[in-house]
């Protein structure tokens, strides 16, 4: 069956940088693109961007400009999300979903 | 390109409750629509794709539609049951091919 497995939660300091993996399993890894998606305490949920497993082509919001790089290891059939110069508002479960399937979410923390 | 859902809905056990998604702009039916639920502590799971397709094991208690003249997606539980009860939000597409979310719609079984 499918499945997308997240590493583990993260606790940075502001300015930090994190980088999380989702790894698939279960379906063709090259045949779908893996979607970020965020959510913040008590908030909705947050499209950040996606990559595109095949050759590696990325979307994402304009707001993360600069600070996000989405990257695939098509050899390990893993995804990856770095976001750099974290701040308190990037506190959130950060999610891969793949068309249908979403990953159990990775916590990120930002505080000094 | 926004996707407008009522903040909170609820409804007795066994009964029937219909959750709106609006669109802002354009047609709604010009891009597909998804339903995601979402319990407290958990990741969202998809409970209709494409307007109104159903993955394998959710329920056929669980229905989605379009609505053309009031450009909304609908989201119909019906015959309520306790579980049911999380947040449920539709997603879409802007004109970039990016994701966009409904603000999610709390649904309580009481």
């Known amino acids: ?87 308190s508002e990037d506190t959130a479960v950060y999610y891969c979903s793949r068309f249908r399937y979403w990953g159990q979410g990775t916590l990120v923390t930002v505080s000094s | 390109f926004l996707l407008t859902q009522p903040h909170s809905v609820s409804e007795s056990p066994g009964k029937t409750v219909t959750i709106s998604c609006t669109g802002s702009s354009g047609s709604i039916a010009s891009n597909y629509v998804q339903w995601y639920q979402q319990r407290p502590g958990s990741a969202p799971t998809t409970v209709i794709y494409e307007d109104y397709r159903r993955p394998s094991g959710v329920p056929d208690r669980f229905s989605g539609s379009i609505d053309t003249s009031s450009n909304s ?38």
């Open chain 1, 1 to 87: 069956q499918v499945q997308l497995m997240q590493s583990g939660a993260e606790v940075k300091k502001p300015g930090a940088s994190v980088k999380v993996s989702c790894k698939a399993s279960g379906y063709s890894f090259l045949a779908y693109p893996i979607h970020w998606v965020r959510q913040a305490p008590g908030q909705r949920l947050e499209w950040m961007g996606w990559v595109d497993a095949g050759d590696g082509s990325t979307k994402f919001l304009q707001k993360f400009q600069g600070r996000l790089t989405l990257t695939r290891d098509t050899s390990a059939n893993t995804a990856y999300m770095e976001l750099t110069s974290l701040r």
């Open chain 2, 73 to 110: 997606a609908s989201l119909t539980i019906s015959g309520l049951k306790t579980e049911d009860e999380a947040d449920y939000y539709c997603q879409s597409y802007d004109s970039n091919n990016h994701w966009v979310f409904g603000g999610g719609t709390k649904l309580t079984v009481l």
